[in-house]
Structures are given as structure tokens and as C-alpha cells.
């Protein structure tokens, strides 16, 4: 039977994830040590978990609202309030969603129409460009640069726009560079948002990782970007809870009750038990993010110096997990590193042009790993760059 002609276009046109096919490969390898994953290696709190657990045995088994439960949706509004100086209210500005992908997906399908154009700054997360293209939104590649720390500027963004442009993605702090936004690099972009009168899609799932005496901020924070902004986030980065599947949005209203529309039809509500540790993580976890932050960054240290100390170039990200060195010295592509080390050494690591062409040329590591593994990690790749020269 021929399958293909029943299968969308779009979706078919779709790349699989980069990140994903070393992983795979990884796992069907033995003694591998992966720098692959963003993922904490943090289990969820205790009393996080405890919460949880607590309400299955309470039998709090049933649907939740379509928003998420008010409850919730109240301390998500409280901590934005708390941690970024951010009013929301919550019956009209947030939407707990299945992960902040969930999220992401839903206000690209809201807002974008057949021909309009997404600027999407590059290296960035996979999933921009594929869910614009799905969204029949055209992608617009602005590459930001490696002497620049990836950072965003006002002229690369003038540079893309067009009449046809209506949202930019602001994806920092930046998965897979670690790259960060300062207030002041913010305040700077703002001017360009508001001159050619772009919505901005703001994923700040990263955004309490922020290092270096660093504040973390949001851009919805800055003068005039509340009303354009779509702020995604979640809890799988900032309390350990990448299981649970659960994130939020939060934005203008008439934004939030289309998104909330789409999620009634294509997801109905969040998982409840997992809402339910959210509301214990949002009002007694503060703790439990500096502890988890001062383990990264503690690892950012190591793992920069060591990279820098073998010759593989590696600017000092100040946010999220990652650092993003440049193989260049070494002659080989993105691809051919990360497959030669983990055939020869058994370290995963994921090639940098996964995440846009402007990523060729770096790697992405992953310091989300315990001291002992980032180590043992380091140590092979010393060796593999030895045996290479």
C-alpha cells in the first residue's frame, strides 16, 4: 500500500531531531558517557514528589480545568511576580500546557498565518523552524555570531524584517549556546520590536539558570514588551521535573484564550497530579533553585576551563546547561567529531549544526550531569584530541 500519498506534506518535509540520533545511538552502546541531553540529573525534590504522590492517594484523579487549576494558575502568577516583576492575572493570562513544547506549538499555530514570517535567531532549539513550517509560517534564519556570545543584536534583527514579518523567537537563555540576554540587550531589541510592531515568543524555560552575578530576567519585564510578548516556560528545568510534563504560558489575553481554545480540542488539560506538585514546587521551591544553580554553575566553571585548557575554543556561557565549544582547530565537521568520539572514546555529544547551520563548527555539551560523569567525559576527550594530532 502506498502510505505516502495519505501522509501530510509538511510533516513529511520535517527533519527528525539531531539531538535525538546520537542519543539513540548512545543508548544501544555500552559505558557511553553522555554530554547529549538536557536533562537534570537532579531527582525532583522530595517535598515536590511528596505533593505529587499525595494527591493520588487523596484520589485527586480527575480532569483539571482547560486552563490548569486555579490554584495553580494563581502561583504561577505570584511567582512570575516574585522572581521577574511581572503582573499577570490568572483567570485571563495563563495556560498550564503539557511542557513548555506544548506551549511553543500553540502560539505559533495562534498567531502565524499561511506566508507570515518568524524570526528565529540560530544555534537555537530544534523545534522552532519544523513548528513555524507546520504553522505555515515561513522561517527566517537571523545567525547570530560565536565572537558575539550568540547574543541577539538590533541590526541583525533590522536586517531580516520585512512587511511580512510578525513574530520574533527570542530563545534565550540559549539552548545549545548557553548564551545570555542582559536588561540592557533587551531594552536594545525592544526598540526594533516596537518600530516594525512584532509579537515576540519568549521561551524562558532556562531563564532562573542565569550565572555569573546575573539577575534573571524576563523580557515581558521590559517597557512596552508585556502587551507583544508570549512568555513559555515550565518546571522541567528549574525543579528537576522533566517527567512530569508540565508548562505554562503567559501573555496578552486575547492571546492566551486562542491558545486555550487549541489546547481544549488537541490536549483537553494537564496532567493533574503533575499540577499538583507545581503548586507545592512554585510555593516552597526557591531553595531548591539556587541549590540546583550553584551545582551548575560550579560545573560551568570546570567544564569551560577544561574545554579552553585542551584547546577547544569555548566562550563562558551564563546561562542555562550547555557550553557550546568550537572543534574548528581539529579539521573535522560537526558531525565527524561528535561520531568519532563516540565511536572511539564513548562520549555522546550532539553536533552543532543540529541546531541551524550557523552551529557547524560546535559542539553542544551538556554539564546537566553529575561531577564524577563531566570528568570522566573530559578526560576521554582529551585523549580523543591527542590520538587526532
Known sequence: MDYDRFINS???????????????I??????????????????????????GIESLEKGKTFYSPNRGFTALREEICTYFKRRFDVEYQPDTDVLVTVGGSEAIDAALRVVLEEGDEVLI??????????LSALADGKAVIIETKAENDFRLTPEEIEEKVTDRTKMLILPYPNNPTGASMSREDYEA?????????????????????????RKPVSFASIE????????????SKTFAMTGWRLGYALGPAEIIAQMTKLHQYGIMSAPTTAQYAAIEALKNGDADIEHMRSQYDMRRRYIVKSFNDMGLTCFEPLGAFYVFPCIKSTG???????????????VAVVPGNAFG?????????????????????????????????
Open 189 to 213: 531589541i525592544a526598540k526594533v520590536i516596537e518600530k516594525h510592531d512584532l509579537l515576540v515568543l519568549s521561551d524562558e524555560i532556562y531563564a532562573e539558570l542565569a550565572y555569573g552575578g
Open 224 to 235: 512596552g514588551m508585556k502587551e507583544r510578548t508570549i512568555v513559555v516556560s515550565g518546571f
Open 357 to 389: 547551520e550557523s552551529g557547524e563548527g560546535f559542539v553542544r555539551v551538556s554539564y546537566s550531569y553529575s561531577v564524577a560523569h563531566i570528568k570522566e567525559a573530559i578526560k576521554r576527550i582529551k585523549e580523543f584530541l591527542e590520538e587526532l594530532s
Open 10 to 24: 509538511k510533516i513529511k518535509n520535517v527533519k527528525p531531531s539531531g539531538i535525538r540520533k546520537f542519543f539513540d
Open 332 to 346: 573535522l565537521s560537526s558531525e565527524e567529531f561528535a561520531e568519532k568520539l563516540l565511536y572511539s572514546k564513548s
Open 121 to 130: 535567531p540560530e544555534p537555537s532549539f530544534v523545534c522552532y523552524e519544523p
Open 26 to 51: 548512545a543508548s544501544e552502546m555500552e559505558n557511553v558517557i553522555s554530554l547529549s541531553v538536557g536533562e537534570p540529573d537532579f531527582k525532583t525534590p522530595w517535598h515536590i514528589r511528596q505533593a
